[in-house]
């Protein structure tokens, strides 16, 4: 069976710079994910965004100032007492001053503006011939869902990279029933500090499996909790100052290192730069180890550094 959700993937990307007069709102690399055949008659792609108001104060001031249609994902209790916390479906135009902010970022995060949310990560966008109100009727059945004990959880599905993750574990069933009013969505994610990516999702033409509701089974939290521990990874990278040349390997060993249960920043940063003195001849032995669970890791590389007599060599 072919696989029922298509992937594709746009590498390093580079936002747009600040500027006072702007003649383009998207880089050149997302205009045909995101404005292809864009249209807004009926029957025409238009392009959506969801975005998640906690991550950026005086949004929804931002959606009204600019007079751009937009509709709250929660209602009842929970717009109300969470309206500037909440998830929020926007439509935009292709010349739409949000649409250039949310691609724009300076040359560094210090320089960014309250209004330049490109690093900030704060929503997903979609392509959809569906009018605003029939698409949030749609996204209001993914903002809580059971799991298999029966049990219902709040979802942040509107985070890239946690789509990303919950979407590469679905059924056949749950892919058809996301993706029936949708022709694409696009999560535009940072891999490693200061490189982006974008991946556009969309459902297999030749898919034909009933819609289903989607589930949150253990494996698609297991992938979501992956995506925490990236997170926390390339945060480290950054408050630590790892080196550029060495984030990938330094995630690549702090999420194997969180997987096992130790999450302290300095530990983690710690466990990196020992492994790195080590011949990777000993390492098998090294995490069979910590994989036991039976010691602390702080006590691990305290051995370790006594049997390789690195005591004396600054971590």
Same mark, same amino acid.
């Given at each position: 069976?072919?696989?029922?959700?298509?992937?594709?993937?746009?590498?390093?990307?580079?936002?747009?710079?600040?500027?006072?007069?702007?003649?383009?709102?998207?880089?050149?690399?997302?205009?045909? &994910?995101? /404005?292809?055949?864009?249209?807004?008659?009926?029957?025409? !792609?238009?392009?959506? =965004?969801? %975005?998640?108001?906690?991550? *950026?104060?005086?949004?929804?001031?931002?959606?009204?100032?600019?007079?751009?249609?937009?509709?709250?994902?929660?209602?009842?209790?929970?717009?109300?007492?969470?309206?500037?916390?909440?998830?929020?479906?926007?439509?935009?135009?292709?010349?739409?001053?949000?649409?250039?902010?949310?691609?724009?970022?300076?040359?560094?995060?210090?320089?960014?503006?309250?209004?330049?949310?490109?690093?900030?990560?704060?929503?997903?966008?979609?392509?959809?011939?569906?009018?605003?109100?029939?698409?949030?009727?749609?996204?209001?059945?993914?903002?809580?869902?059971?799991?298999?004990?029966?049990?219902?959880?709040?979802?942040?599905?509107?985070?890239?990279?946690?789509? &990303?993750? /919950?979407?590469?574990?679905?059924?056949?069933?749950?892919? !058809?029933?996301?993706? =029936?009013? %949708?022709?694409?969505?696009? *999560?535009?994610?940072?891999?490693?500090?200061?490189?982006?990516?974008?991946?556009?999702?969309?459902?297999?033409?030749?898919?034909?499996?009933?819609?289903?509701?989607?589930?949150?089974?253990?494996?698609?939290?297991?992938?979501?909790?992956?995506?925490?521990?990236?997170?926390?990874?390339?945060?480290?990278?950054?408050?630590?100052?790892?080196?550029?040349?060495?984030?990938?390997?330094?995630?690549?060993?702090?999420?194997?290192?969180?997987?096992?249960?130790?999450?302290?920043?300095?530990?983690?940063?710690?466990?990196?730069?020992?492994?790195?003195?080590?011949?990777?001849?000993?390492?098998?032995?090294?995490?069979?180890?910590?994989?036991?669970?039976?010691?602390? /890791?702080?006590?691990?590389?305290?051995?370790?550094?006594?049997?390789?007599?690195?005591?004396?060599?600054?971590?």
């Amino acid at each position: 069976m072919s696989r029922p959700l298509l992937i594709d993937t746009i590498v390093d990307i580079s936002p747009l710079a600040p500027e006072l007069d702007p003649t383009d709102t998207v880089p050149a690399q997302l205009q045909p &994910a995101l /404005l292809g055949d864009y249209g807004a008659e009926s029957g025409q !792609a238009r392009l959506y =965004a969801i %975005l998640d108001a906690a991550q *950026a104060t005086g949004l929804v001031d931002m959606f009204e100032t600019q007079e751009l249609p937009h509709t709250c994902l929660y209602s009842g209790d929970a717009m109300a007492n969470m309206g500037d916390l909440s998830p929020w479906l926007i439509e935009l135009r292709p010349d739409d001053r949000m649409l250039r902010d949310l691609m724009t970022a300076a040359d560094t995060a210090d320089e960014d503006g309250p209004w330049h949310f490109w690093r900030r990560q704060i929503g997903i966008f979609l392509r959809s011939d569906l009018p605003l109100e029939e698409l949030r009727l749609h996204f209001r059945k993914y903002t809580k869902l059971p799991d298999e004990e029966g049990d219902t959880f709040f979802l942040r599905f509107f985070e890239p990279d946690f789509l &990303a993750a /919950l979407l590469g574990q679905a059924t056949p069933g749950e892919i !058809a029933g996301f993706f =029936a009013p %949708l022709k694409s969505v696009i *999560a535009i994610e940072q891999p490693r500090p200061e490189v982006w990516a974008a991946s556009v999702m969309s459902a297999n033409p030749e898919l034909d499996a009933a819609p289903t509701r989607m589930t949150l089974t253990r494996r698609k939290w297991r992938a979501m909790q992956l995506v925490e521990y990236n997170r926390h990874a390339r945060k480290i990278c950054v408050a630590h100052s790892i080196p550029k040349a060495e984030h990938q390997a330094f995630v690549d060993t702090a999420v194997r290192l969180q997987t096992y249960g130790f999450d302290h920043d300095t530990n983690l940063v710690d466990a990196f730069k020992v492994l790195q003195k080590v011949d990777h001849a000993h390492h098998p032995s090294i995490w069979k180890t910590i994989a036991s669970g039976e010691l602390s /890791l702080g006590f691990i590389l305290y051995k370790v550094r006594q049997h390789f007599g690195l005591e004396g060599i600054p971590a």
